[in-house]
């Protein structure tokens, strides 16, 4: 059984570029949760995917926005980059309300 | 407001030493807990979950946790220490009446010594 997989791993950008990061979900898995860790800090929600609907979203802005597709894999993307989203991207992967498995994360840097 | 509070920001103990991870939650209605383990530069794992079971949770790595409904907490605790405990722990919780998004605490960062 394939875990939760992210790409890319690392990544640096400049203050108003735009950003792509993908998740593939755990096999079985229909649910994709996104969230932003910056440093030293706890996961933040920023929106889950539900059978490719968004199901929720948390406190960020229009410019984050997100994708899930029929496979269930996702996409997280970021317009206007600024300073403060530097942080590490997770992403996890459940079937309905069960628990959340996480990937590896992304690390992205803005300069 | 719901929300999750971790005391203590780094915990240091000895090896073979107690661990106690401290998680205290905001809720009239009992959620769903879990905490997960980070290492450095590694996603999350889930450690253990408590879902209205029983109150004492076992989990992964020695690990095992509390629910305690009258003090909102969910301790996380370990007999004896291993310098591989070594990381970041955190505690989430989902709270009822919503979709699954996990409400994570700040992160209790623990170190071990010889």
């Known amino acids: 059984e394939t875990g939760v997989t992210q790409s890319p791993t690392h990544l640096i950008k400049t203050r108003g570029q735009q950003v792509t990061l993908r998740c593939s979900s755990q096999s079985g898995h229909n649910t994709v949760s996104w969230y932003q860790q910056a440093l030293g800090q706890g996961p933040q929600f920023i929106f889950q995917y539900y059978r490719e609907e968004e199901n929720g979203r948390g406190n960020f802005p229009p410019r984050f926005s997100g994708l899930q597709f029929p496979n269930y894999s996702s996409e997280l993307n970021v317009n206007a980059l600024e300073l403060d989203d530097s942080a590490l991207y997770l992403c996890?992967?459940?079937?309905?309300?069960?628990?959340?498995?996480f990937g590896p994360g992304t690390r992205l840097l803005v300069l | 407001a719901q929300s999750v509070t971790q005391l203590g920001s780094h915990v240091s103990v000895s090896e073979g030493a107690l661990v106690l991870l401290r998680c205290n939650y905001s809720?009239?209605?009992?959620?769903?807990l879990f905490w997960y383990v980070q290492y450095p530069n590694q996603g999350l794992q889930l450690l253990l979950k408590?879902?209205?079971?029983?109150?004492l949770v076992k989990g992964i790595n020695g690990f095992e946790a509390e629910f305690k409904k009258s003090e909102t907490s969910f301790h996380l605790t370990k007999p004896s220490a291993h310098m591989s405990d070594a990381a970041e722990y955190f505690c989430a919780v989902v709270f009822s009446g919503g979709y699954n998004k996990l409400i994570f605490g700040a992160g209790t960062r623990l170190a071990v010594h010889p």
């Open positions: 809720s009239s209605v009992p959620p769903y």
């Open positions: 408590y879902t209205s079971a029983a109150t």
């Open positions: 996890a992967s459940n079937k309905n309300q069960e628990t959340q498995y």
